[in-house]
């Protein structure tokens, strides 16, 4: 048996991850991949590139410290490899570039800023086929902090995808315009047949956190009844209420709201009564990316 280590670190929008995996080889045997740590910093780099355009410097000095924080873990766990993928707030800031140039420089972590079509083909590299069944239809949908792709797979296999603008942190702070939504409905109405049966996964911190609440266990998927009635009580809710009396972290009470709106968006316009959440999503894709090249 040989247990190497690969690590992946996602630059989101709303927070920074670290996914360290051990990749067990054993001869004659598949590959096992078993998540080893995960550290999530809440850095909502979104609030500076969508608003202002750029990232601060507060947020990059934070920026800074959390990649060398997270150099020193790979070290620590023996990485082999790594992986380090910025995703919309970055795409999107006029010093983006110099920003993951500074980074390189004090930690040594090479970040590659990738767009919308990529992010989505990371994802479907991930376990997905396990779930997918050849007979049904599903629409695949990552929500983050400043985009979310769609993905479309139909017998089996990805038919086609689309990254949109729209994201949880756009949506706080009012950056989302109705012609955007309009888009969405439109490419999901046209990108699927009517007689589909479309059942939806769901991917993101936010949904993994709602199915968490739901209190199904590790397969079960959300209804659609079940995730409309808990968007509604999230916003019966304040914020101070969110944290407090169902015990959510500061950056988390705020997006939930609005990425069950853009869940239960997709599942009404696709017909979808099911949200499958298999907990895996972009540092996943990119672990297996790792390996498999």
Known sequence: MVIRKFAAIDIGSNAIRLLINNVIEQPNKPTIFKKSELVRVPI?????????????QRNIERLKKAMQSF???????????????????????NNGQEVIEDIFKDSGIKIDIIDGKKEASIIASTDLKDLIKEEKTYLYVDVGGGSTEFTIFEEGKLLTSKS????????????????????????????????????????????????KMSGRKM????????????YHFLNSMDYDDRISELG??????????????????????????????????????????????
Not at 45 to 56: A, C, K, Q, Y
Not at 167 to 192: F, Q
Not at 252 to 274: M, N
């Open 164 to 211: 949109f603008k729209i994201g949880t942190v756009r949506m706080l702070n009012d950056l989302v315009k109705d012609a955007v939504w309009d888009e969405i409905k439109v490419w999901i109405g046209s990108s699927l047949n009517k007689d589909d049966k479309v059942e939806i996964i769901g991917s993101g911190g936010n949904i993994n956190k709602l199915h």
């Open 219 to 230: 397969g079960q998927p959300l209804s659609f009844i079940w995730l409309n009635a808990q």
């Open 44 to 56: 909502r780099l979104g609030e500076d590139s969508f608003i202002v355009g750029e990232i601060s």
């Open 248 to 293: 959510l972290n500061q950056d988390r009470a705020d997006v939930i709201i609005p990425a069950a709106k853009i869940f239960l968006s997709a599942a009404k316009w696709s017909g979808a009564k099911k949200i499958h959440v298999p907990k895996i999503g972009l540092t996943d894709g990119m672990i297996k990316t790792l390996y498999y090249q």
């Open 71 to 93: 150099d020193l873990l790979m070290q620590v766990y023996g990485v082999e490899k790594y992986m380090a993928c910025a995703t919309s707030a970055l795409r999107e800031a």
